[in-house]
């Protein structure tokens, strides 16, 4: 077995947290039927051809037991006009998708009409990262539009800016 140092994993995410990252909520079905979603900074493009995308969830989210069966999900990018809806996906609720503004997707999983960018993805490749998994999509639809991404930096809300 490998001895592993103890880390402090507050620590340990505050350092994380230095890096700015792009919020987007991932839209899926839930085991009812019903859209639900999650809200993710870990998003990240990974391959051109194939197209593919990934984010990491951590294992002991509710939405990860779905992931894991490897159903179809959007992935939807905020723009900063919609940092109340990054928190409206960052906790339980009975229905997350309460008041928010749907629109059809290719993949029929519905993606959040107002997000700047929406990817549609079949699910790729599920693998460990130890107490997340890495969901890897393989994008069959996309698009983008105007406005500014919101930008997740040091626990709080930002927009972006030139430097
Ligand atoms: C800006 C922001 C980024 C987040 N990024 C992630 C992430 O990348 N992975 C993750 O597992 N949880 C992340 N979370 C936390 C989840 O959104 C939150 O725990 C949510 O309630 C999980 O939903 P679920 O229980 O329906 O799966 C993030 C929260 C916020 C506010």
């Known amino acids: ?4 140092p ?3 994993t507050r ?3 505050n350092a994380f947290g230095v890096l700015p990252t792009g919020v ?4 899926l079905h839930d085991e009812a039927g019903r859209p639900t979603g999650v809200t993710v900074g870990s998003f990240s493009s990974l391959s051109l051809t194939p197209a593919l995308c990934l984010f ?3 294992k002991n989210q509710g939405s990860a037991r779905l992931f894991t069966k490897g159903v179809p999900f959007v992935v939807n990018v905020l723009s900063h006009q919609l940092a109340d809806l990054a928190w409206q996906f960052a906790k339980p609720a009975e229905d997350k998708c ?3 503004a749907l629109a059809a997707t290719a993949v029929d999983v519905p993606r959040l009409r107002d997000a700047i960018a929406h990817f549609a993805c079949h699910a790729h490749a599920i693998h460990d990262g130890g107490d997340h998994i890495i969901v890897v999509g393989e994008i069959v639809d996309f698009d983008h539009g105007e406005g500014e991404a919101l930008v997740f930096y040091r626990g709080g809300m ?3 800016a030139p430097v």
Do not use: F, P
Not at 24 to 27: D, I, N, Q, W
């Open 6 to 8: 103890m880390v402090d």
């Open 158 to 160: 930002h927009k972006t």
């Open 24 to 27: 987007a909520v991932v839209s």
């Open 56 to 58: 990491s969830l951590g």
């Open 98 to 100: 309460a008041g928010v």
């Open 1 to 4: 077995m490998l001895d592993r």
């Open 11 to 13: 620590a340990l995410r």
